[in-house]
């Protein structure tokens, strides 16, 4: 890094460093900038869906990829070997207004404690984004998902995916694309259809008779929580009209509609058939408006490395109406992978025992090489598989869990 031989003004622009990582873009970061509490007042005030206690360590990033800048906010330092946490929001959110309920819950911090943790805004979505140009060309899922190997760095290597809607189906593609890259992928409400003529018809008719914040609400939620659930829904639209700049969630949700199929198949099924390669659990809300293409995104995938979790009582946003329970899922799909050596109840006393809906979890999740009591070495392989009945068998399918 060259440094100017004269005092730089704090109002003028961010000190920028590089970083060269072998394979990888030539990355460059701002002034890390903590997000302390009390910060985007106006945003927080009168709304229960930011956190309003936010940790000191949390660092915001602005970093160049090949398609633009990417804003990400990584909190943590690496724990020998492991992945990050890495999540991606859905089309009319940004990290917080998806991700903050979830990773605000308690028995959810004691998971992250021991993980970096990056969260991923869209390009334009994050909080005070500025307007993109008249003319911008907002990146292609595609790009989306290529620009995410400019969020590697020194302090992670690879990733375990969250991602939820768009987000879910940008971190399937980064997964087919760098396979390497992502150990674990956990995908809420993932369509991996791309919109047919009809479809796209109905968009845009639905454009023109409606908002811009009430068709993205008709994507994240169903029409009985629409009806039923006046409360939230009526706080993300709030949210979504005043947080999310409206001309550059228009790009992004115009650019989500175009989307093209994602290119899998379940081995067997075609030849040279491709897929995840790694462990997946994909969630849905047994009241959402995107079950269908989750069930179909889970026909497509190898059965002995996938989880299908349907959520009992959980619509379209089960990060955020059920938190307790998809953290209570990710711990055990933490602990097939070999990260975490048992799982403690803070209801229980005797801490170390998996609940009933995670004993029910196991039956269809993995089941790995590596020594669970070591998490600290090298990266560990899991081999999966699905667990036998007594006497039946191998069951050679994905199992689906209702909790």
Not at 103 to 116: C, R
Request: aromatic fraction near 8%; glycine fraction near 8%; charge should be negative.
């Amino acid at each position: 890094m060259k440094v100017l031989g004269h005092k730089i003004e704090l109002l003028t622009g961010l000190l920028l460093h590089d970083v060269t990582m072998a394979g990888l873009q030539e990355l460059r970061f701002p002034e890390e900038k903590p997000l302390l509490r009390g910060q985007d007042a106006a945003e927080l005030e009168n709304s229960d869906t930011f956190l309003l206690a936010v940790d000191t360590d949390w660092k915001e990033h602005d970093i160049e990829t090949p398609y633009g800048l990417l804003h990400v906010v990584i909190r943590g330092s690496p724990k020998g070997n492991r992945p990050a946490i890495l999540t991606y929001h859905d089309v009319g959110l940004n990290h917080k207004l998806c991700f903050n309920t979830f990773f605000n819950f308690e028995d959810m911090q004691e998971i992250t404690k021991h993980f970096v943790v990056c969260h991923v805004d869209a390009p334009g979505q994050q909080v005070g984004a500025s307007q993109f140009p008249q003319g911008y060309q907002f990146p292609s899922m595609e790009q989306l998902a290529a620009m995410l190997p400019s969020t590697l760095s020194t302090r992670f290597k690879y990733v375990i995916g969250i991602g939820v809607g768009a987000g879910a189906y940008v971190l399937a593609k980064f997964a087919l694309i760098f396979p390497d890259l992502v150990e674990g992928l956990v995908l809420m409400n993932i369509d991996p259809n791309g919109k047919g003529w009809i479809d796209w018809a109905a968009t845009k008719l639905s454009g023109l008779t409606s908002t811009l914040p009430d068709t993205v609400l008709s994507h994240l939620f169903s029409q009985e929580e629409l009806v039923n659930n006046t409360e939230l829904v009526q706080s993300y639209r709030q949210q979504i009209g005043n947080v999310v700049n409206q001309a550059n969630l228009q790009l992004f949700w115009n650019m989500y509609n175009s989307r093209r199929d994602l290119d899998i198949n379940r081995p067997g099924t075609v030849p040279n058939a491709k897929t995840l390669r790694c462990p997946v659990m994909l969630v849905v809300g047994d009241n959402a408006p995107a079950e269908d293409g989750v069930v179909e995104c889970n026909s497509k995938l190898d059965p002995t490395t996938t989880t299908f979790l349907k959520m009992a009582d959980s619509g379209g946003l089960p990060q955020v109406t059920q938190p307790g329970k998809l953290t209570e899922a990710f711990k055990y799909f933490l602990q097939g992978m070999g990260y975490i050596a048992y799982l403690k109840d803070r209801r229980l006393s005797g801490g170390a025992v998996p609940s009933a809906s995670m004993t029910r979890l196991a039956r269809s999740r993995t089941a790995s090489l590596t020594s669970a009591g070591s998490v600290e070495g090298s990266r560990p392989q899991a081999c999966t598989h699905s667990e036998s009945s007594e006497g039946l068998g191998q069951v050679n399918h994905t199992m689906e869990v209702s909790c």
